[in-house]
């Protein structure tokens, strides 16, 4: 019979795992167990499919990949053989039951258990159910070192599927779940009722051990934490930041567990969540992808001004390229507030004009255009003659092309396919307009935890100041063809992230015409964004994974 301990040490693993990377992701698996013993662990908590990366999508589908990662599993089962930390790692795992999303728990050079999600998410960002099966049976408690864990997997705890309660009647003395929850705006908030719900539930501590890092669109937050028994919060982890934390537990009166060590990180208000966001996502984009550099045109207004500054502090300025591409109607505030915010910045800065290219377009179309009138068909040669240049650099030398439309154009297709829609990842997509504003005035005061850019005034305050112009025609601003930002960024996130119908949106007080106008340019330029770089989610409902709109779509509300 295996003794009772009174205290346990457990290491939640708050690392930033590849997907893909088996190899990689083991070797961080490795030395994080290797600093937890040196802590005097006897647990390393890691998060969900760790060994794969998370989410793995379909490449779970491929069986040499679920090969590959229980190979890896099992060496690091083998390491557990030296007497040091036991650990609960997250992989893929298939068994006659089905693939698995599953977490393995190993001591002494053994597997104790497995465990296999139970509520595979099927909304919004996930779509698990379309590669993965659920555990064909409610999850046991798992005895380790004589105390009896309830493992439960992320959605397991976030559904109606009563398992952490279960968990509880069948003995369970405490939980750990292990998690891949992607950020948005407010997601601690809501991470924390989630697991006071169940903490309430089961009438169990619950250890909430989250994955940290960028994947393709999501970027995971970290922000790990555990709340005790009685609802207090046992502990706190940084957000944004890869660590390990090891947090001591001991039973009290009736058995019950405490958390009596741990981290208290304070987590940041919502400016410097969505800025550290929009930053951890660009700087894992370029590096897991391999990027050495990037480039972006600098034009002297505020989405690219931002873009730089977000640039320079994932990445550094020696790995940042800006270009001011100047043709007749860009203004000389324009290009001095480009090259301010460059020299603020200490980024490089080029200037190619693009009078050629441009009039060498125009004469080459003269002949097929000759009886018509100049317009927006004049005015996107721009653009594309920007787009080319951008991705020439971007050939030439293998700098990725950072994309600087915000939610707010996207959403309207005040954005140019093939022209300034170019490049290879946004991390201002799902930011819109007003919050692009606020971001800028708040990081001209503050430099973000992790950021490798200069403090003090980065976005000139006249870019900030100024009236937004694409600068395609004389004396052009946005406002001729959109109505004010202010204005449209409510009614588009009436439409996009509450789907409220127009009625409900009149009922704020906006023009029913302009919704009416707003709703068609919405439908009408999905085609323009299911073409559009990938870019940070971070609200509720980015365009991509998370809002699936048919581009052929005749639907109108004229309630």
Avoid at 83 to 111: E, F, Y
Avoid at 305 to 325: K, P, Q, S
Avoid at 518 to 542: D, F, M, S
Wanted: proline residues 6%; charged residues 25%.
């Amino acid at each position: 019979m295996s003794e009772t301990p009174d205290i346990l040490r457990i290491a939640i693993a708050q690392l930033n795992p590849t997907v893909g990377d088996i190899a990689g992701n083991l070797v961080k698996a490795r030395e994080a167990r290797a600093d937890a013993a040196r802590q005097g662990a006897d647990l390393v908590l890691f998060t969900e499919l760790f060994i794969a990366g998370y989410p793995p999508e379909d490449l779970v589908l491929k069986r040499a990949f679920v090969a590959a990662c229980e190979k890896a599993v099992g060496d690091l089962v083998a390491d557990t053989a030296d007497g040091g930390p036991g650990i609960v790692i997250g992989t893929p795992l298939a068994r006659k039951s089905g693939l698995h999303n599953a977490i393995v728990v190993a001591d002494k050079g053994k597997v104790v258990a497995e465990r296999y999600k139970l509520d595979l998410p099927n909304y919004g960002e996930f779509d698990e159910k379309r590669v993965f099966q659920p555990g064909p049976d409610m999850p046991g408690p798992v005895n380790f070192r004589g105390v009896r864990l309830g493992i439960p997997i992320c959605e397991d705890i976030w559904g109606e599927l009563g398992v952490c309660e279960t968990l509880a009647e069948a003995g369970a003395e405490l939980l750990l779940v292990p998690n891949g929850s992607p950020y948005y705006r407010g997601k601690s908030d809501v991470r924390q009722q989630v697991v006071i719900r169940e903490v309430i539930e089961s009438g169990l501590p619950l250890i909430y051990a989250n994955q940290l890092g960028g994947q393709d669109e999501l970027i995971f937050d970290g922000a790990s934490f555990a709340i005790n028994a009685d609802k207090s919060l046992a502990f706190q982890m940084s957000p944004f930041e890869e660590t390990l934390a090891v947090t001591t537990w001991r039973r009290g009166e009736d058995d019950v567990w405490a958390c009596t060590e741990g981290p208290r990180a304070i987590l940041p208000e919502a400016q410097e969540a969505d800025y550290r966001a929009c930053m951890l996502g660009l700087r894992d984009y370029v590096n897991k992808n391999g990027f050495k550099t990037v480039v972006l045109g600098l034009s002297g207004g505020i989405d690219s001004a931002i873009c730089a500054a977000l640039a320079v502090d994932a990445l550094g300025e020696e790995r940042v390229r800006t270009i001011m591409m100047p043709y007749r109607y860009t203004s000389k505030d324009s290009l001095k507030d480009a090259e301010d915010c460059a020299r603020a910045l200490g980024c490089r800065y080029d200037i190619v004009a693009i009078t050629e290219p441009v009039e060498g377009f125009s004469n080459a179309l003269g002949q097929l255009f000759e009886g018509t009138e100049e317009g927006i068909t004049e005015e996107n040669l721009q653009s594309r003659a920007r787009g080319v240049i951008l991705m020439a650099v971007s050939n030439k030398f293998g700098a990725m092309v950072v994309t600087t439309g915000n939610k707010s154009e996207m959403s309207v297709g005040y954005a140019t396919l093939y022209g300034d829609m170019n490049g290879g990842f946004n991390p201002i997509k799902d930011l819109y307009k007003m919050q692009v504003y606020g971001l800028s005035a708040w990081r001209n005061t503050t430099v973000p935890p992790g950021a490798l850019g200069p403090s003090g005034e980065v976005i000139p305050q006249n870019i900030i100041d100024k009236a937004p112009s694409a600068e395609l025609r004389p004396d052009q601003t946005d406002q001729d063809s959109l109505p004010p930002y202010p204005v449209l960024d409510d009614i588009l996130e009436c439409l996009v992230e509450n789907e409220m119908g127009v009625d409900e949106i009149v009922a704020r007080g906006h023009d029913r015409e302009l919704v009416h106008r707003v709703e068609h340019l919405l439908y009408v330029a999905e085609y323009k964004r299911r073409q559009a770089a990938p870019g940070v989610k971070i609200t509720k409902k980015n365009f991509g994974r998370d809002r699936r709109y048919p581009i052929t779509n005749r639907f109108r509300d004229r309630s």
